[in-house]
């Protein structure tokens, strides 16, 4: 019977399951050797049919469902991420970190999906292979279209129609937290005396 993780100590197992992101083990030709749990629920199947397939096939990338060359074979495939990705980091021997657009298939529907993909290469009983990390970078993307944001006050508007600081905003939907200072044209507009201060 297929295994996700190809044999490893109990202590590398273990870590790799707990890690939240996808993680596949993949070889030159972009073959899945093993992968993690959070990789099963992305692929949505067991090992006998995702062991050595092409991550476009497991992953159910537009492109290796509808063209008869399959995942990596196709005209445009040579400008995918993940291929160019896993073959610099062969090739170059350090990790790559890229950003992507995948269009998925799921139950039926193509689905848009954003993905920062790091592969990062090593060899296993002399044969090189690349760790492939698919973080989700859905939220980010959004972010990067245009926020509403009040011209005085500078609250957002959420997608509820609520407006909340920027602070709150951004500690909501990406964890981030500010510190506060103060610009140098703010000091000299609303601070003057500071800085005409003698010794200042």
């Not at 397939?53 to 495939?77: I, M, N, V, W």
């Not at 062969?90 to 950003?99: A, L, P």
């Not at 002399?126 to 973080?135: G, K, N, R, S, T």
């Not at 609250?155 to 140098?184: A, N, T």
Request: a negative charge; one cysteine or more; hydrophobic letters at 40%.
């Amino acid at each position: 019977m297929a295994q996700r993780l190809p044999a490893m100590s109990d202590l590398t197992a273990s870590i790799l399951e707990a890690i939240p992101s996808p993680i596949f083990v993949v070889d030159e030709g972009l073959r899945i050797i093993g992968y993690n749990l959070a990789a099963s629920a992305l692929v949505g199947g067991g090992p006998e049919t995702v062991i050595r397939r092409h991550t476009g096939e497991a992953l159910h990338c537009l492109s290796a469902d509808k063209y008869p060359e399959g995942c990596g074979r196709a005209e445009f495939c040579k400008d995918c991420v993940v291929l160019t990705a896993v073959n610099a980091a062969i090739q170059g021997g350090r990790v790559v970190r890229k950003r992507m657009r995948m269009e998925l298939v799921r139950e039926g529907t193509a689905v848009d999906c954003y993905l920062l993909v790091t592969t990062s290469p090593f060899n296993h009983q002399d044969v090189p292979l690349v760790l492939l990390i698919l973080e989700d970078i859905n939220e980010l993307m959004e972010l990067k279209g245009i926020l509403p944001i009040c011209t005085h006050c500078k609250k957002i508007r959420d997608d509820q129609q609520y407006w909340q600081s920027i602070e709150k905003y951004f500690k909501d939907h990406l964890d981030l937290d500010f510190s506060h200072g103060i610009c140098p044209q703010c000091v000299r507009e609303f601070y003057p005396e500071i800085i005409d201060t003698p010794g200042s």
